[in-house]
């Protein structure tokens, strides 16, 4: 690959991430515990999308066969998308999407944080504003997930359950292969231990102010960066393609 390649593949994946993010969190609207909860996902909902739409705005002046975002977005089959493998997981209870976020977010922060100084000023531009929304996303999933962890018996049962369920994921975040070294030895995109060693730190403030135990050593799952994914993610995009290909080139 070369580095107009590496740069694409880049964006791809963030844009991925935050795509199918965008809608597992779309699912809870009108499913929430709360009306003020409903409307916090739905808003968390918009934000990943609108994230991914930046990406994929970025990625499409780079593809060479002339897509467009939507094209991006809708017209590509499961081996051809490149999100992180905890995004794709089904909401499971309240719980289980808070911890998911929880996880997810404080990734994003501080890889946001560290990509504003992204020799790439267009991806240093997206972050600047992304972060902004990464950190809300943050606190609120700290939020919950200290709520839950302090609560009832039963709540913290379900939390221990999603923590359980998710953590194994939680390593493919920093997986790394030829295309981001090559971006990284071009100063275009960060160290990679640097945001791992940054995101356990988060992640450990947040389980003690919770009195929650970390997980020991488990196996860790791996792809997602590379076109493999789990099970859930083909059932997600036939349900997010489904009104593309039903009505191909439609507008509103």
Not at 27 to 37: D, Q
Request: hydrophobic share 40%; charged share 25%; net charge negative.
């Amino acid at each position: 690959m070369n580095n107009k390649e590496n740069l694409y593949q880049f964006l791809l994946r963030c844009s991925d991430d935050n795509l199918i993010a965008g809608q597992r969190m779309a699912e809870w609207c009108s499913n929430g515990p709360i009306l003020e909860e409903d409307l916090a996902m739905v808003n968390i909902s918009l934000d990943l999308l609108g994230q991914s739409e930046s990406f994929l705005d970025y990625a499409a002046t780079l593809d060479t066969m002339g897509k467009n975002a939507d094209d991006l977005a809708f017209g590509r089959s499961e081996r051809e998308y490149f999100n992180h493998l905890l995004v794709e997981q089904p909401n499971g209870d309240f719980a289980v999407s808070m911890v998911k976020l929880l996880f997810f977010s404080a990734y994003q922060k501080e890889l946001y944080t560290a990509l504003m100084s992204s020799k790439d000023e267009r991806i240093a531009a997206i972050c600047a504003k992304a972060v902004k929304e990464a950190r809300y996303h943050y606190r609120h999933a700290s939020d919950w997930f200290e709520r839950l962890a302090l609560g009832t018996d039963e709540s913290l049962r379900r939390l221990n359950d999603a923590i359980v369920e998710l953590w194994p994921f939680t390593e493919n975040f920093f997986e790394m292969d030829n295309a981001y070294q090559a971006l990284q030895a071009e100063n275009i995109v960060p160290e990679m231990a640097d945001i791992r060693k940054k995101w356990l730190s988060n992640i450990q403030e947040v389980f003690r102010n919770g009195e929650v135990d970390l997980p020991g050593d488990v196996h860790m799952y791996s792809g997602g960066i590379n076109g493999y994914h789990t099970e859930h993610l083909g059932h997600l995009l036939c349900e997010m393609q489904y009104l593309h290909h039903a009505h191909p080139g439609a507008q509103w």
